[in-house]
């Protein structure tokens, strides 16, 4: 109900809570305002008069609210006793239908269960008769076919017995087991009378078309009347095409049964007519591969695998110019050809599943079968345009039993291969030596059989279909190769006594071109493949246990599965080439102690020489290195000798500036000689091979560059370099002002040696002013 505001008249303020009352002192001001001095009268008379209007203003405004707010509270109240009223109305009506309703379900239930007692029996009753009418039913689809089997209509024949499959296919649920028994029976029955006809019928026509074709050379001359062949060809093609479908479904619901080596059709489903193209050539084969037959040899495989090709080979003009137009105006999308090679390997394949497992105890018969397998297939896949969905031969090799055989083999064979290739006199000569072209990896002969060996183990793998088992074989490889790293290594340490010998390089040779190969691996398509599948299968063993960092690098291609060889057979070509430097110092150390001991410092000036020659003592260290230059170039590779003569000029480096520089004292004239011998004669020793081999001998250059520094050059050097010792020794260097010492030195080429080896140089110095 709405609230009624009541206006103050517009004398007073309103009596708002808190606000002074008539008591108040607010009240004597309002008086005062209002009636002028409390004690004078005079206006008090209009003031009351005034007040008491407003106040029955006031009380006119209340009772008018008081008239108007109860009509409505009373209508409210008025529509709420009706609601209730019908709301107790509605809940006795709905008592009542529901008592009724409960009622009416108690008759009703004797009532229901009389009737399902009926329906039952009627249901009863109707069983039999409708049993009764599916077996009629039957009986008139049976006498249909025959029928029309009596009058030649072949191709409503094959409609009524497609109807007899459906309605099997209708009771496949149904528990009466002998109204399927019988009607499948039936179905079959007039099926095998149909097929049987028609094969008879369409083999008659095939004969008359000199089919089989078993030779590439067989005539294939038109028969007298090929047009009438040909229109009859047509005709029963269409309707064994016709028959397929009840055909498919009589071989669904048939158990599997095992092949019986005297039965004549292939074991594959193939189209109705191929199936009887294929009868001759199944019997031929099985005749001819199975039983004590001379040709059912377990040692020759490849009479039957290229007798099958050979079939293949030579119907294949007959299957697309004969078979295959009447296919296409059939409808069927079937390739004759391939439906002929699928009936011809499923006799193959059958053929190989039954050899398999009586010669796997056999090394050289079972190596000899997966050998024409294999070229089965490739053939098959190649010349035969066999499609690779379809499968081949290659899944027998993946059995359990065959394949760990086949590793078996491959392994035992290949160590004996290795224990042969060691074992031979050429195992470490290239034989490619004479031909410079072709011999810059200098591979010996038994890297390069060995690098063969794994080639050809990848070529027999590569066909197969599990990447798994690919896996596997690729394992087998890892493994192999490390067994030979593990070989040379041991034939290295016994060489290892003269590594400048032939048998030494070429293993280290032999290292390099393994190393080479692999790394070419990694990046071929076909192991990114194995990489992949390998990261997505998680195969443990040929990933080698590597971290989730390393599974990371292998699946975004960073890496290769051969990264774990490949830093074997690194390190191991850095420990021969680590140790052939050794002997190469050694023996250039020896050539160099004359030159190490020579008298630099009375060595005359530059200028009381006519001509400047090489010292006398270094000629033996000189022809030593040229010497193992020229030997080096020979018998390594291209890429070794590039690591080699590096790491020898590096050595050779470091050997001259410790033992020659630091080791004596010099003069002008022994700086000019040293000056001379190093860059008229060493290091043009190492220009054959580089352009600027002044690069790979920095600290004996810059030694060289500072010694022969003219006096006064020298001096100031020295006096910039000292006092820039001193400067840091104190903390107190004026950066802005002196350049720093590395800068000075740069400007002489000089960007190796630190300042204080510099100094050091200068003090090795023996003409100083004043001395």
Not at 109 to 116: A, E, G, P, R, T
Not at 128 to 152: D, F, G, R, T, W
Not at 216 to 233: E, H, V
Not at 716 to 729: D, P, Y
């Amino acid at each position: 109900m709405a609230a009624v505001e009541l206006s103050p008249s517009p004398g007073f303020p309103p009596n708002v809570p808190g606000e002074p009352s008539a008591g108040d002192p607010g009240s004597l001001e309002f008086l005062q305002r209002e009636a002028g001095e409390l004690k004078s009268l005079r206006g008090v008379e209009e003031l009351l008069e005034r007040l008491k209007e407003e106040s029955d203003a006031l009380g006119e405004q209340v009772l008018t609210v008081r008239s108007s707010v109860p009509p409505k509270v009373s209508a409210a109240l008025s529509a709420a006793e009706d609601a209730t009223c019908s709301l107790k109305e509605l809940l006795q009506r709905e008592e009542m239908v529901s008592s009724k309703l409960q009622q009416h379900l108690q008759e009703a239930s004797q009532w229901m269960d009389d009737l399902s007692r009926v329906f039952n029996q009627v249901d009863l009753i109707e069983r039999p008769m409708k049993y009764l009418q599916c077996l009629q039913h039957i009986e008139e689809l049976s006498a249909a076919v025959q029928q029309c089997l009596m009058v030649n209509s072949v191709c409503e024949a094959i409609k009524e017995v497609d109807r007899l499959a459906a309605l099997d296919s209708g009771l496949n649920h149904s528990s009466c087991s002998h109204l399927q028994k019988f009607l499948r029976e039936t179905l079959c029955f007039w099926h095998n009378i149909i097929k049987e006809r028609l094969s008879s019928e369409f083999g008659k026509v095939l004969t008359q078309l000199h089919w089989p074709i078993i030779s590439p050379n067989q005539s294939l001359s038109p028969a007298a009347n090929c047009q009438d062949s040909s229109s009859q060809l047509e005709a029963l093609v269409a309707q064994l095409l016709a028959l397929q479908a009840s055909d498919d479904f009589i071989s669904q619901r048939t158990p599997p049964q095992p092949v019986q080596v005297s039965s004549s059709s292939p074991a594959v489903s193939v189209c109705l007519p191929i199936q009887i193209m294929l009868l001759p050539i199944c019997k031929r084969f099985r005749y001819h591969f199975y039983g004590n037959r001379q040709t059912n040899s377990l040692h020759k495989p490849e009479w039957y695998l290229t007798q099958a090709l050979i079939w293949m080979g030579s119907s294949t003009a007959f299957m697309e110019e004969k078979i295959q137009p009447v296919f296409d105006r059939a409808g069927a999308a079937i390739s004759a050809r391939v439906e002929l090679c699928r009936g011809l390997v499923s006799l193959v394949q059958e053929k190989v599943a039954a050899d398999a497992p009586r010669i796997l105890y056999d090394d050289a018969l079972f190596c000899h079968l997966v050998e024409e397998v294999l070229q089965f297939e490739k053939e098959l896949r190649g010349s035969h345009s066999y499609p690779p969905a379809l499968p081949g031969l290659l899944h027998i090799l993946l059995e359990d039993a065959v394949l760990q055989k086949w590793l078996a083999v491959e392994k035992k064979m290949a160590v004996e291969k290795m224990d042969a290739m060691l074992s031979t006199d050429g195992a470490w000569s290239s034989q490619y030596k004479d031909i410079s072209d072709m011999d810059e990896l200098k591979a010996p002969d038994c890297a390069e059989t060995f690098m063969t060996l794994l080639q050809v183990i990848t070529e027999r793998y590569r066909a197969l279909p599990s990447p798994a088992a690919q896996l596997k074989f690729l394992e087998l490889q890892k493994d192999l190769v490390d067994d030979f790293r593990i070989r040379l290594t041991q034939v290295m340490k016994e060489e290892s006594r003269c590594p400048l010998g032939v048998r030494y390089c070429a293993i280290l040779n032999a290292v390099n071109y393994i190393s080479t190969i692999l790394t070419d691996w990694g990046d071929d398509v076909f192991f990114l493949q194995l990489q992949q599948a390998a990261v997505s299968l998680g195969e443990d063993e040929v990933l080698g246990g590597s971290s989730m960092m390393e599974v990371g690098r292998l699946a975004s291609l960073e890496g290769s599965l051969f990264d774990g060889l490949l830093a074997l057979l690194d390190r191991l070509k850095g420990d021969m080439l680590g140790r052939l430097l050794d002997f190469l110092m050694r023996e250039i150390s020896e050539k160099a102690k004359p030159y190490c001991q020579e008298r630099w410092l009375s060595l005359p000036s530059q200028q009381d020489q006519s001509i400047m020659s090489l010292s006398g003592s270094a000629c033996p260290m000189m022809l030593c290195v040229r010497d193992k230059l020229l030997n080096l170039h020979q018998v390594l590779s291209l890429p070794l000798f590039q690591l080699a003569w590096q790491g020898l000029a590096e050595r050779l480096d470091h050997f001259l500036y410790q033992e020659v520089v630091l080791s004596n004292h010099f003069s002008e004239g022994g700086a000019a000689q040293l000056h001379f011998d190093m860059n008229r004669n060493l290091f043009p020793l190492f220009g054959h091979y580089c352009k600027r081999p002044e690069n790979f001998f920095k600290h004996m250059k810059e030694a060289v560059i500072i010694l022969c520094l003219n006096v006064g050059s020298a001096v100031l050097l020295r006096t910039v370099l000292k006092e820039s010792q001193q400067e840091t020794r104190d903390k107190e260097r004026d950066r802005a002002a002196d350049p720093p010492p590395e800068s000075v030195l740069n400007e002489m080429g000089v960007y190796c040696l630190a300042p204080s080896d510099v100094l050091i140089l200068l003090n090795l110095r023996a003409s100083w002013p004043g001395q």
